[in-house]
Every structure is written in structure tokens, then in C-alpha cells.
């Protein structure tokens, strides 16, 4: 059973920076697609970025050039890199994981919330 656990959320002024993590346990990590998502209050929850077992990423267009994923696969962690942080990016983000083999998403963390003021 795969088992995700998040980190680094917090509240910070529009224009700072913060870098969440998630650690990934209980499987061959780099046979895993990784991906990070958000639900700000009263609205669906979105894919924010996905980073494929090679390294290959995808960033939702809200936060292209803002947001950096990247993978460790030695320390079976993914690392969401924030910057130039926007009130419009306030929402709990979740760290989800699956097989490269599968379309759906099946293994999630328990979020973290990333609060931005203007």
C-alpha cells in the first residue's frame, strides 16, 4: 500500500515562495507518476503538475513559470517549488501518486494548506 505524506504548506505573503514535499513509502517510487493538486474553498480540485517516473513534467497553465516539480527518486520524494506565489493559489494542496501503467490517480496525501495574502 502506497502512503504519501506532505509538507511545507504555510502562510505567506503574495510574491513569496515555498517549496512543498512529499514523501512517497511503500512501493518502487520511480514506477510512479507523481502529481500535485489543489482545492481552493467552493471549487473543484485541479491538477497543478505531474512529473512522470523519467523526469517529464506537466504544469497546469495558472501556474506555468511560477511552479517547479521535481523528483528525487533516491529519496523517493517530489518536491513542488513555488514562486511568485499569488492570493489566487490559497487552496489545500495534495500530493497524489500512480502506477505509470494506469490513467487514474489512486493514492493520495492527506493535503497541506498553502495560504496567500496580498
Known amino acids: 500500500q502506497v502512503e504519501l505524506s506532505e509538507s511545507g504548506g504555510g502562510l505567506v505573503q503574495a510574491g513569496d515562495s515555498l517549496r512543498l514535499s512529499c514523501a512517497f513509502l511503500?512501493?518502487?517510487?520511480?514506477?510512479?507518476?507523481m502529481g500535485w493538486f489543489r482545492q481552493a474553498p467552493g471549487k473543484e480540485r485541479e491538477l497543478v503538475a505531474e512529473?512522470?517516473?523519467?523526469?517529464?513534467?506537466y504544469d497546469a497553465d495558472s501556474v506555468k513559470g511560477r511552479f517547479t516539480l521535481s523528483r528525487d527518486n533516491a529519496k523517493n520524494t517530489v518536491y513542488l517549488q513555488m514562486n511568485s506565489l499569488k492570493p489566487e493559489d490559497t487552496a489545500i494542496y495534495y500530493c497524489?501518486?500512480?502506477?505509470?501503467?494506469?490513467?487514474?490517480?489512486?493514492?493520495w496525501g492527506q493535503g497541506t494548506q498553502v495560504t496567500v495574502s496580498s
Open positions: 497524489a501518486a500512480k502506477h505509470r501503467s494506469i490513467s487514474r490517480y489512486d493514492y
Open positions: 512529473i512522470t517516473p523519467g523526469g517529464s513534467t
Open positions: 511503500g512501493h518502487t517510487f520511480s514506477l510512479y507518476v
